[in-house]
């Protein structure tokens, strides 16, 4: 089975990174042969600094790793170093219609917050389709809010295979089961992002523990005492609830009957203290894989080369199908 995922190289990686991405990524390099991209790429169709792309990028393969990816099970490589992405694309882009990319949520809901708009934010869905299909993928590990992006990868490979003959495998978006959209803590009808919302809500993975405390501690809550996970009655207690089991393996279930009647003081402070024991050994780790700058190169390095051998196969199958004439 082939693992396929990208993650974007911007921003101070959070909570809700680790248990949408990188905590899937972790436990499903178990399960096949793994390829996880950092999306260099992606990170210039929105506002951007060279230096912080730069800084950003390394830093993400730092947390990678921190998080449990192993560079001798899986495949962990940058977009941009390997060619076959964009040119994949382009040729994909062949098979995608104006009326697909423009009903993307993603793409309206940030339009909506920037004053210039760049063809490559509205054409990006098209990258992605092409980053999952050229490793033939079977499996997409990623978060809830990417859904509607491999619903398009799904029917762009099902048109270029009609058209062209039988030459992408269909992947299927893999989604955890608990843990899949954690919001902000101070505006639970928001996702966890560094771009928007209120940033006293957001929980980095690097926040010192005494931050991470306080945060919890100030964290929006429902009316009445009743710790239940009940998603549309009670946001602020269900999304604190998914953290709590993200971060100790417990079901919900046990959790909700450990704190029945015990009050929400008691369960933020108990929240906030499984979050800090989790990310310690995260911060360790990734601290000592940022001071060797060296050493993170050469993993890139190596996954980038494994990246090329492996997508050049279906590359070079797109263009021939297409009627390309190669050297």
Known sequence: ??????????????????????????ATQEQGEAFFCIV????????FEPDELRDATLDLAAMLFATGLDPDRSTV??????????????????????????RMTQFKDRAA???????????????????ILLYQTDRVPIGDDQRQHVELTRNIAERFNQRFGETFTIPEGVYPDVGARIKNLQEPERLM??????????????DAP????????????????????????????TNLL??????????????????????YGQFKQDVAEAVVTLLAPIQERHAQLRADEPQLRSLLARGAEKARETSAPTLEQMYERMGFVRP
Not at 210 to 232: E, L, M
Not at 244 to 255: C, F, K, N
């Open 1 to 26: 089975m082939r693992i396929f995922s990208g993650i974007r190289a911007s921003g101070a990686k959070t909570l809700g990174n680790y248990s949408g991405g990188f905590r899937q990524y972790a």
């Open 77 to 102: 490589f940058v977009q941009s170093h390997v060619t076959a992405h964009p040119e994949a694309a382009w040729l994909l882009g062949s098979v995608t219609s104006f009326g697909e990319l423009r």
């Open 193 to 206: 992002s560094t771009t928007r919302g209120a940033p006293q809500g957001v929980v980095r993975i690097v």
């Open 40 to 47: 260099d790429l992606h990170s210039i169709t929105t506002p």
């Open 242 to 263: 998914e953290i709590m089991s993200v971060a100790t393996g417990e079901p919900i279930s046990a959790l909700e009957g450990r704190y029945d009647g015990s009050g």
């Open 210 to 237: 005494d931050v991470i405390r306080k945060k919890f501690k100030t964290a929006v809550t429902d009316s009445g005492t009743d710790v239940r996970h009940a998603p549309d009655e009670k946001p602020g207690i």
């Open 113 to 131: 917050e920037q004053e210039f708009v760049s063809a490559g934010l509205f054409n990006y869905p098209v990258l992605m389709a092409g980053d």
